[in-house]
């Protein structure tokens, strides 16, 4: 059985796309996680081998030693090894140049001041010419990653599981928004809300707001200021733990603003609200532009308004919707599709012998 060493600085667990590689991949191959220890509670799955590396003291001394223990566990290491992106980690390539090494990179700087920005993209773009072969999650990531034509380079896109296998009642609208608080603009989809129920202050809707992040506290102050009984904020949510929300509500809201590092990321949200059955309402970005179709969802300006403007053109559709119709639009978005036909395709590219003995 070939093995695989997937290297990462979260927590195993913490990050969807690498825990489904894992859940995916166990019974093909033999994946040992190298990851930090951040003191979350830890996740298990079987048949992975998890090696946690404590954070102890400050900054520089906890990035020392996790390079020390990557060191020693890839020179001791036969089989592929699989970088997830993180600061600073082309040196790992430069001290090891002879060790073949696969740099995968979920994710360019979308950090709101442009400085910092095009710092941390400089880093990453300079990581990725250094490792032997790149992935990369679109194809908008991976032009700007500017990789050379002899470079070996691979599309792995974002996938999705079925949260809810539930089919959705669109007699009202139960709106449910998923993800991060952080740089996201979330209250303009409050707003948006408030625009719509001024409109039809008799239509039966509802809006649960799940995550956390710096915009959480003005949220939640613009909802009672206002008295909005229909908004409820849920705070921070255990992945496990989101299964009731996907059940009961029937429209999904994924709101990204229109910037251009933002452009090219795609929206987990948006795939995870089709897979478990409910209509979304999306920002137009090009991402959400490539998988947004009117079986399954309607695109919007990243501005109250158009929220609003979305929301009564769902009202007038709500009957024609079709949770099986919307579920079927992005099969091919399905991890286990993603994986079997991207990320197997990759490791057998890279690292083609038969069987690892040792």
């Not at 059985?1 to 990462?8: A, P």
């Not at 239509?203 to 409820?232: C, P």
């Not at 992945?239 to 029937?250: A, E, I, S, T, V």
């Amino acid at each position: 059985m070939k093995r695989v060493l997937i290297i990462d600085n979260q927590q195993f667990g913490y990050l969807t796309d690498t825990y489904k590689y894992c859940e995916h991949l166990k019974d093909r191959y033999d994946i040992t996680y190298l990851c930090y220890d951040k003191g979350l509670p830890k996740i298990d799955l079987d048949g992975i081998h998890i090696v946690y590396v404590k954070r102890w003291g400050n900054k520089l001394l906890r990035g020392i030693y996790f390079y020390l223990r990557v060191l020693m566990k890839m020179l001791l290491f036969h089989g592929f090894i699989f970088i997830v992106y993180f600061q600073s980690f082309e040196y790992i390539k430069k001290i090891l140049p002879w060790k073949k090494m696969h740099l995968d990179v979920r994710t360019m700087s979308v950090h709101p001041d442009k400085k910092q920005r095009d710092k941390k993209d400089k880093g990453i773009k300079k990581a990725a010419k250094w490792y032997d072969s790149v992935s990369y999650i679109s194809d908008g990531v991976g032009k700007m990653l500017e990789l050379s034509e002899d470079k070996r380079k691979y599309l792995l896109p974002l996938g999705a599981d079925i949260i809810s296998h539930k089919e959705k009642v669109f007699d009202c609208l139960r709106l449910l928004y998923v993800g991060t608080l952080n740089n996201r603009n979330i209250l303009k989809t409050v707003k948006g809300l408030e625009l719509f129920i001024q409109k039809h202050p008799h239509i039966s809707i509802h809006y649960d707001i799940v995550g956390d992040g710096k915009e959480y506290d003005e949220i939640s102050e613009y909802i009672s200021a206002h008295d909005l009984k229909d908004i409820v904020m849920h705070g921070r949510v255990d992945y496990k733990h989101l299964k009731p929300f996907f059940d009961d509500c029937n429209i999904g809201v994924s709101f990204v603003p229109k910037t251009s590092y933002y452009d090219i990321q795609p929206p987990t949200k948006t795939f995870e609200y089709a897979f478990s059955g409910l209509f979304t309402i999306a920002t137009s970005t090009l991402s959400n532009q490539e998988i947004v179709r009117p079986c399954n969802g309607i695109l919007i300006e990243d501005n109250a308004e158009s929220f609003a403007d979305g929301l009564e053109k769902i009202m007038k559709m709500k009957e024609s919707f079709k949770s099986s119709d919307i579920r079927t639009s992005l099969l091919e978005y399905s991890w286990q599709n993603i994986i079997d036909t991207y990320l197997v395709e990759i490791i057998e590219k890279e690292y083609p012998v038969k069987e690892q003995n040792v």
